[in-house]
């Protein structure tokens, strides 16, 4: 099939295969879809890429909800920061939320949960700048924040999540990032974006949430 998004798709993933010895250490792509209707990502559906991220719930119910019926294989992934009003919407819809970062969320995602008796997977945002409007956990309360939301609010965290301050350096986001993250003993990672997918992947992303460099410049400044 001959559609931009799969070239670039294919691209990024060959990239990423150049880099890695290991097959199976190859991050997944979720491709950031916000803005882009469904039209837009039909081939690479039916290519059989199935991660796709959003930010906006209410963006997400109107694109995905009737199409994700029937098609298991599709996970979506919340990637936006989610306010606890529309927690009951987003366990409905999506499968993965990468934006857990306060108490009042997990509490609320874990009442959610049991009364969807629905199970997701989670990441944890951390605020690693320390950036006083970004979301996202400080670092120095992410080790108790953690254990909270296993221990306590009994989600299924898999990992942490950053986006690095848009300074200069996320090289040294990542280092530190991925040594918190394994001494946390977790597996997965969700980092890199179409800017610096191939250094998040040195430091053992798992999961890489690409947009524009699969799907083009976005219209709105999402
Ligand atoms: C939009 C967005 C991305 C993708 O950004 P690109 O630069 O287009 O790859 C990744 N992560 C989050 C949290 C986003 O909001």
């Not at 959610?112 to 320390?130: A, D, T």
């Not at 301050?165 to 597996?187: A, S, V």
Request: hydrophobic share 35%.
């Amino acid at each position: 099939m001959d559609d931009e998004s799969i070239n670039k798709f294919n691209l990024i993933q060959d990239n990423l295969k150049k880099a890695i010895s290991s097959p199976n250490k190859i991050p997944n792509i979720i491709c950031v879809s916000k803005t882009f209707p469904i039209e837009k990502l039909l081939p690479l559906i039916k290519s059989g890429h199935c991660h796709f991220g959003e930010n906006k719930v209410q963006e997400a119910i109107h694109k995905w909800k009737d199409f994700k019926i029937n098609k298991p294989n599709i996970k979506l992934h919340m990637i936006g920061s989610l306010q606890r009003n529309k927690v009951k919407k987003a366990i409905e819809l999506f499968d993965y939320i990468h934006s857990l970062d306060n108490q009042k969320l997990a509490d609320t995602l874990k009442k959610n949960e049991i009364n969807l008796k629905k199970k997701l997977k989670y990441f944890i945002q951390v605020n690693l700048g320390n950036e006083a409007q970004k979301s996202g956990i400080l670092y120095d309360e992410t080790k108790d924040f953690v254990k909270y939301c296993i221990d306590e609010a009994r989600l299924d965290v898999i990992g942490l999540m950053i986006i690095p301050p848009n300074d200069t350096d996320n090289i040294k986001y990542f280092e530190k990032i991925d040594q918190l993250n394994r001494d946390l003993g977790f597996k997965d990672l969700s980092m890199g974006m179409s800017g610096d997918y191939m250094e998040a992947t040195k430091y053992n992303s798992t999961y890489l949430r690409i947009g524009s460099a699969i799907l083009g410049e976005r219209k709105s400044s999402y």
